[in-house]
Structures are given as C-alpha cells and as structure tokens.
C-alpha cells in the first residue's frame, strides 16, 4: 500500500490506527496501579504478582520482529485485523481471569497480538501520506504513543476505584471495536503480498536473544544482577541467541530480515539514536518517582501533579515540530532536542535534598519538550530511506531496539542507584565516630551519634544524602550520554525534495 495518488478515506484510516496505537500503549501502563487489587483477588503472591507485567513485556518484545514478516507475507490490513481483534479478544480474557496463571496466559496473549501493532500503525500511516506528509503523520503518531502512558496510570486509578481491576482490561472492548470497524471498511488492501520463506531458526534465534535481555533486565535488579545464576543464564542465552542469528542471517539465502535495511545508513543511525534516547529518557523516567516519593517525602498525588508539565511539554514539542519539519532541517530539530535534554539533565545533576518542586517542574517540562522533539525527526528520518514494502519490517527493528532501550535504561539506572547509595552510605558513615567532638558540637542533640536514638536519626540523614547523590551521578551519566548521542545526528543524511511540500500543497493546508 504505497502512496502514488491521494489515498481515499485518510482521514477515517488515521483515527482507526490512532484508537489501536492508543488501546496499545495504553494497556502498557494501566494495569500497574491494579496490581494490589488483582494480587487480592486472585490470591497470588508478592513476587508472583509482577508476572502481569513481564508475561506482557516479554511477549511484545519476543513477538515484535514478526511484525515485519506478517505484513509482507499476509497484507498490512490483514494482518492489522487479526491483531486488533486478538487484542481485544484477550484484553477480555484477562478481564474474565480467575486465578494467576489464567491472567498471566492471557497477558502473554496480549503481548503477542499487541507488539505488532506499534510498528503497523507507524508503517501504515507512512503509506496512506505523501512524502511531503510523513513528519505530520508521525506527529499524530507519537501523539498517540505517548498518550496512552501518560493517562493510562490515572484511567486505571479511576476504574479500579470507581468499578473493579477487570475494567482496566474490558474498557478496551469498545476502543478495540471502533478500531476493527475502521480499519475493515475504510483501509485499502494490498494488490499483492510478498511470499517469503519463514526464517524459523533465525526468527528463534532472535526470539531466544530479545526475551533472555528483557528477563534479564526485568529479573536482574531484584536478583542482584550476576551475582545470580538466573541472571547468568539469561545472559549467556541471550548472547549465544545474537550470535546464531547474526552469523545466520549472514550465510542463508532467506534472512529473516532483509539485509537491504543493514544498509540503509539513516535507519541504522536513527535506530541507534533511538536505543541511546530510550535509555536516557525512561532511565530517568524510572528514577524520578522514587525521588519525588521517598526522598523528597511527596504524596502520590503531589508526585504525579508535578510530573504533568513533562507530558505537556511533550504535546506542545510534537505539534511544534510536525509542523517546522516542513520548513526546518530534521537534523536541526534533533539536535535542538538534545541541547533541551542536555540542559534539562543539567538542572537535574544539581537536586538537593533542600530544594523546593520548582527544579523538577522546570527540568520534567525542559526534558518533554526534548523528548517531543526527538520523536517526529527521528521517525521521519528513520524511514525517509527506506523502500515501502520494507517500512513494516524497519519499524519492528527501530521499535524493537527503542523497546531494549528503554528495559536496559530502566534496570540499569536503578541497579546504579542502588549500588551507588550503598557505595556513599558507606563513605559517608565510615567518617562519623562518637567519638568525634567536632562533629557532635555541629551536631543538633537529636542526631548525637553516641547515643542510640541519634545514631538511628543520624543513620537516616546519611542513607538519604547518599541516595540523592546516586541519583544525581544517574543524571550526570545520563548528561554524557547525551554526547554520545551527538555525533550519530551527522551520520543522518536529510530527506530528498520530496519529503518538502510543494508551495501550492502547503499553501492548501
């Protein structure tokens, strides 16, 4: 489904892929706030409680390079139906749940269906626009990506409150619906399909590498990392899985990716960019809430009400950047994107304990705005090169590796955190002695380290100053992170002419 004359019925198209791309992202978050409620309900225990997320995470990761293959070997609108409606059909289920395993089978149902449809959505509605569209089209796109996250903590909220934890899951019944209905009337099908021979040992290769990580980064932080023999194993499965597939997809004739889109230089470095920023943007993004929560002392509610100016920042710098893509070298806005992240994580590397909520409203607004202005050039970019009937199987690997990106920053991050306020506690506790007047003069009586109670209350201060301090060296590696990011903006070459409006086509809009 290439664009070569005007697409009838866009309109209808782009709000049935909108509604599946929100019912998608959506699920991805709601159920967190659930999970008390669906532990109680379903008698299971604390650490079995998290397999309704990982079953999630693991399966959409494992099942997201199929995407590609599915769309060429079946038809994009083919295969968009069947995942809407298996979506839907296992959001159901999960509803209907009655024990643990039951939730969890059905979760990983979810995952199967759902990880195809991210990469779809973007690959159709590259298809349905003109070049000179494909900025646009990517700005509605993140829109929808990033509005299921932000709202889908407080939908859930309100639904577990208001009703129970199954609504969390039966509220995708209608959105699911719509989605089917529109894409069944409204979406053309493909005159042809490309018959490709199933690369099965490289697809379980793959399979085998992409969940080992994404066990490994889900598992690694509560196990102690590599001091575990689970993690060790997760670790050697995933390299030995990357290995076979890499030397596979070399040697045999059918490759379970086409090997043109190694090739294509704006891919390759968008999709590294793409790994580098999903670290820098969800690590950090994992580290704030404890920051507002446990450190600063701040209720839930207070915590969530300061984090609404980065979402807002982030709608204003996706519609901005829709619309100066047409005018504005892409590189341009990237780079833009970076200074805006790199100045956020400066104000970020200098939190103290003392400081009121104005710095994390400042640098969460700084760092929306950065991160809207990372996703419309970057998308757009990523696929200004490369040939349609290869668009599906380029947003499986880019979303693939943005996926990684996020999982490794996330586990990273909060290993680091963890392993540096021990580090500082450590440090910091090894100077205090009761035996140290001078420290005890500067002292208030309720921290007197030679006595009991004050050697508890003084034990405290240090483990909250050494944790702020793991968490403000987080933030200077993620601000280096940000150099690193720099150089592969000049490795992107600027979309042909025909990505720019014509002064008549823009004079329309």
Request: aromatic content about 10%; some cysteine.
């Amino acid at each position: 489904m290439t664009v070569s004359h005007p697409v009838p019925n866009r309109g209808p198209i782009t709000f049935a892929i909108m509604l599946a791309t929100l019912m998608n992202t959506l699920d991805s978050t709601i159920a967190n706030v659930a999970l008390p409620h669906i532990q109680g309900s379903l008698s299971a225990a604390p650490d079995q409680i998290t397999w309704v997320l990982t079953s999630y995470i693991v399966a959409a990761a494992v099942m997201t390079p199929m995407s590609g293959w599915l769309a060429g070997r079946f038809g994009m609108k083919r295969t968009f139906l069947v995942v809407i409606t298996g979506f839907t059909v296992a959001s159901m289920l999960c509803g209907a749940a009655a024990s643990l395993p039951q939730i969890v089978l059905f979760r990983v149902l979810q995952g199967m269906f759902g990880a195809a449809m991210i990469p779809l959505s973007q690959a159709v509605l590259l298809n349905i626009n003109p070049p000179e569209r494909h900025a646009h089209a990517m700005s509605m796109w993140a829109m929808g990506t990033i509005l299921g996250p932000i709202f889908g903590p407080v939908l859930g909220g309100y639904l577990t409150d208001t009703l129970s934890w199954r609504w969390c899951f039966y509220i995708n019944l209608p959105i699911g619906v719509v989605a089917i209905l529109g894409v069944w009337i409204f979406m053309p099908r493909e005159d042809e399909t490309r018959r490709r021979v199933f690369d099965f040992l490289g697809f379980g290769a793959l399979a085998i590498a992409v969940g080992c990580v994404q066990l490994m980064m889900d598992r690694g932080p509560g196990e102690d990392w590599f001091a575990s023999a689970e993690v060790w194993t997760y670790a050697i499965l995933a390299i030995m899985g990357l290995w076979v597939f890499v030397v596979h997809s070399l040697t045999t004739a059918h490759p379970f990716f086409d090997l043109r889109l190694v090739r294509d230089r704006n891919l390759v470095a968008a999709t590294s960019f793409g790994f580098l920023t999903g670290i820098l943007i969800f690590g950090s993004l994992a580290i704030l809430p404890l920051l507002m929560q446990s450190l600063m002392g701040y209720p839930a509610l207070t915590a969530g009400l300061i984090s609404v100016p980065r979402g807002l920042g982030m709608m204003v710098s996706i519609l901005l950047a829709g619309r100066a893509a047409r005018y504005v070298d892409l590189r341009l806005l990237l780079f833009a994107g970076l200074v805006f992240s790199g100045v956020a994580m400066w104000q970020m590397a200098h939190f103290d304990l003392s400081m009121d909520p104005g710095p994390l409203i400042s640098s969460g607004l700084l760092q929306g705005f950065a991160t809207g202005l990372f996703f419309v050039p970057l998308t757009t970019l990523a696929f200004s090169t490369v040939s349609p009937e290869l668009r599906a199987e380029a947003s499986s690997i880019y979303n693939l590796l943005r996926n990684i990106g996020a999982s490794v920053g996330i586990s990273a991050m909060q290993a680091l955190a963890a392993a540096n306020t021990q580090v500082t506690h450590e440090q910091m506790a090894g100077r205090v002695t009761p035996n140290d007047t001078v420290l005890r003069a500067t002292l208030p009586a309720a921290l007197d380290p030679s006595t009991l109670p004050g050697a508890l209350a003084l034990d405290a201060v240090i483990d909250r100053q050494a944790m702020m301090t793991a968490y403000v060296n987080d933030f200077r590696l993620m601000l280096l992170l940000i150099f690193v990011c720099a150089p592969l903006v000049f490795l992107l070459k600027p979309p042909n002419s025909g990505m720019r409006p014509d002064p008549a086509h823009a004079a329309v809009e």
